[in-house]
């Protein structure tokens, strides 16, 4: 029973958790200046699955997937390095449920958009089944001096 109860208010508060994250992306977005260097986020939530949810700002390309029904062990997430994707898939086999016999299995795939590190990719699993996948921006080189020497060419005049 005490095992229970946490989960009882785990199901029970995360539709407002949900709300409370897209309160805050949507309150940074309308009181942050916009200007070039400190563009608006984007947010996109895909129409077939409402748990899956992609931000991108100047730092990062994020993935956010409600993951709950899998273990840890049943997911894998890998990068395509030709297509400069990302792919996450989680398959559980056929178990029983309340309702008889389930089993589950997704594959989502990811395009990074140009500048991102495909190489630097993170990933951590929330207590409560979210995993979240990170993508960090590309470093700009700094450009340093250089100095670049004359050749010297013998027996050629210009004219």
């Known amino acids: 029973m005490s095992r229970l ?7 029970m508060m995360r539709p407002f958790r949900r709300m409370e994250n897209e309160m805050r992306a949507l309150e940074e977005d309308f009181f942050r200046p916009a200007s070039f260097f400190n563009r608006p986020r984007y947010f996109l939530k895909y129409p077939d699955q409402e748990d899956a949810a992609v931000t991108q700002d100047r730092d990062k390309f994020q993935v956010k997937i409600d993951v709950e029904a899998f273990k840890p062990e049943e997911i894998k997430i890998r990068t395509l390095s ?3 994707t990302i792919e996450i898939e989680a398959k559980h086999e056929e178990k029983q449920d309340d309702h008889g016999f389930i089993s589950r299995h997704f594959v989502r795939r990811f395009v990074l958009p140009k500048g991102h ?3 630097s990719v993170v990933s951590n699993l929330s ?4 995993l979240t996948v990170t993508a960090p921006r590309k470093r700009q080189e700094i450009a340093q001096e250089k100095t670049i020497p004359i050749e010297h060419i013998e027996g050629k005049k210009e004219s």
């Open 127 to 130: 207590e409560d089944g979210v």
């Open 117 to 119: 590190d495909l190489k």
């Open 82 to 84: 030709d297509a400069n």
């Open 5 to 11: 109860v946490p989960i009882m208010l785990r199901d």
